[in-house]
């Protein structure tokens, strides 16, 4: 039976990279070696680094801007540390939108004073806070774009003359943006670009050499920069993988084709969340992500039959986080309609039966 993976991350990918990417493992190029056996300083994987690199910059419309793509490792959990490491000198702001903001504040507050501009906590995070100013003496603000445990999206950022810097670990490529208003933009990979193992980061050069303290050579951006991303040993399969998936994206048509394919997956679920009574989404309305649908059974004592339901279909990574409970689809790039309407019709069943 074809399972539905609605799993946070990691998470699916296209068909067409899983079957290149396994091919890959087996017999690289027709070198007669495996993708994950090839050296890293090979002519094979210096293009394929090249390529992804540089179809990141592409896709985020930021190719000769003055921006640099890296592919570097520790996932986002080391970015919340690299990115106070390198830019805050004096004091930076954060908005709190949820656990990944926390985390990444907590980490800032090493390395120098750490204002809370705004933050949701006081309703769970079920919303993005709004109206607030932002002060002019910040080193730069931090963002999360999208909350996949509490499902809130950032739907616009402001304009600011302090740099922003954004996590977008869990809706990058997912939507179009203005990207050229971020100064750092990072995202781990297992969400919508590639399987675990390496993290995007996108970094306007100005923006670095300015704080005081030394910085260890593999917290350095400036070093990574400067060795092409293979300061160190590379992630090679998850590099390749992440540079099929960027393939395949580009072929669709880029971020605006995928974008309104999103938008009608998330319009879907949330239909059905609205008008089934058996069902409450937990973010309020105008905050949704369209990535991660958080929502919860109205009655808990359907909860054994609901789950029953929806695996016998084969859906999988419904389960929500412990902080929300109930349940949560995420809907990545390469989740199909097919599998939204799958759930979609368990939900529709489960009204019909009750």
């Given amino acids: 039976m074809k399972k539905h993976n609605f799993s946070a991350g990691p998470c699916i990918l296209p068909q ?93 507050k090493l390395f120098g004073d750490v204002v809370e501009v705004a933050s949701s906590k006081d309703a769970n995070f079920n919303y993005i806070p709004k109206g607030y100013e932002i002060p002019s003496d910040l080193d730069y603000v931090h963002y999360t774009s999208n909350n996949t445990i509490f499902g809130t999206q950032i739907k616009d950022f402001p304009t600011t003359d302090v740099p922003l810097v954004c996590d977008m670990s869990s809706d990058i490529f997912s939507r179009q943006l203005d990207f050229s208003k971020f100064s750092l933009i990072y995202a781990g990979a297992q969400k919508n670009m590639g399987p675990s193992g390496t993290t995007l980061v996108i970094i ?39 540079m099929l998936t960027l393939r395949w994206l580009k072929k669709l048509g ?36 369209n990535m991660n649908a958080t929502f919860t059974l109205v009655n808990e004592d359907l909860k054994e039959t609901f789950d029953a339901m929806w695996k016998e279909a084969g859906i999988n990574g419904v389960n929500g986080h412990r902080s929300v409970g109930g349940y949560r689809a995420s809907m990545y790039n390469a989740m199909t309609m097919e599998s939204v309407a799958a759930l979609v019709d368990v939900m529709g069943d489960l009204e019909r039966k009750a």
């Fill in 204 to 242: 306007k050069e100005d923006l670095l050499g300015k704080v005081e303290r030394q910085i260890p050579s593999m917290l350095d951006y400036q070093v990574h920069i400067s060795k092409g991303s293979m300061f160190n040993t590379p992630p090679v399969f998850a590099v390749y993988t992440s």
């Fill in 16 to 108: 067409e990279v899983f079957k290149e990417a396994s091919e890959a493992i087996l017999n690289y190029n027709n070198s007669g070696l495996s993708i994950i056996e090839i050296s890293h300083r090979s002519k094979d994987f210096v293009d394929i680094m090249e390529e992804a690199r540089s179809l990141a910059l592409e896709l985020l419309g930021l190719e000769g801007k003055g921006y640099k793509a890296l592919f570097l490792q520790g996932g986002a959990s080391t970015q919340f540390l690299m990115t106070a490491y390198n830019l805050l000198q004096s004091k930076a702001g954060y908005v709190n939108t949820g656990s990944w903001s926390e985390k990444a504040i907590k980490e800032a």
């Fill in 254 to 289: 880029g971020i605006t084709a995928i974008e309104e394919v999103n938008e009608k997956k998330a319009k879907l679920i949330y239909s059905e969340i609205d008008l089934n009574p058996l069902f409450k989404g937990f973010a309020v309305q105008e905050d949704r992500s």
